[in-house]
């Protein structure tokens, strides 16, 4: 009994996967590609693609986005710095901390619920919100993870704000 054992313990040591480089660790070089999705879809933004404004949760209105990341430390908390600008003004800056990056399948990491806001003191009715209908806007992301690594990315797009 005690050879046959022997022999299945080197069998299946044998037959494990060799170790593969934790993509979700933080080794690799630093990517941010924005986008929306539902569940575990992850949809690139692409630029001049039309956004709907929704409630912020640091107040006012703005866009909900997701982030796939490459390079930072996954399944870990991260920091993430949200920031709009219309024309390369800026008209909205919020640092939302300790937002959960959770490891994909694919060795991504991916960040959601989170909004790029537009200022409410700049925006401070639907009537100024109106106003920016059909303009184009930048929205741009930097997430700092727990080692102090950071990933950026942005897109322009075009507001849809009137119904």
């Known amino acids: 009994i005690w050879p046959r054992l022997g022999i299945v313990l080197s069998i299946a040591c044998a037959s494990d996967k060799p170790a593969e480089t934790d993509q979700c660790g933080g080794e690799d070089s630093v ?20 956004v709907t404004l ?9 866009v909900s ?5 490459t390079g930072l430390n ?3 908390y991260v920091d ?3 920031k709009s600008e219309i024309g390369g003004a800026p008209t909205g800056e919020f640092l939302s901390e300790s937002v959960q ?6 060795g991504h990491g991916m960040l959601w ?4 806001g537009f200022d409410p003191d700049i925006f401070p009715d639907n009537d100024s919100l109106l106003a920016i209908d059909g303009e184009s806007a930048d929205l741009i992301v930097e ?4 080692n102090g690594k950071t990933a950026a990315g942005d897109v322009s797009v075009i507001i849809a704000a009137g119904g």
Do not use: H
């Not at 619920?113 to 790029?116: D, S, W």
């Not at 997430?143 to 727990?146: E, L, V």
């Open 31 to 50: 990517s941010l590609q924005l986008g929306t999705g539902a569940g575990s879809e992850f949809y690139p933004l692409e630029p001049n693609d039309s």
């Open 54 to 62: 929704g409630v912020a949760p640091q107040g006012g209105f703005g």
């Open 65 to 69: 986005i997701r982030a796939l990341t």
């Open 74 to 76: 996954t399944d870990d």
């Open 80 to 82: 993430v710095l949200l």
């Open 101 to 106: 990056l959770f490891c994909q399948d694919d």
């Open 113 to 116: 619920g989170v909004v790029v």
């Open 143 to 146: 997430i700092t993870d727990g």
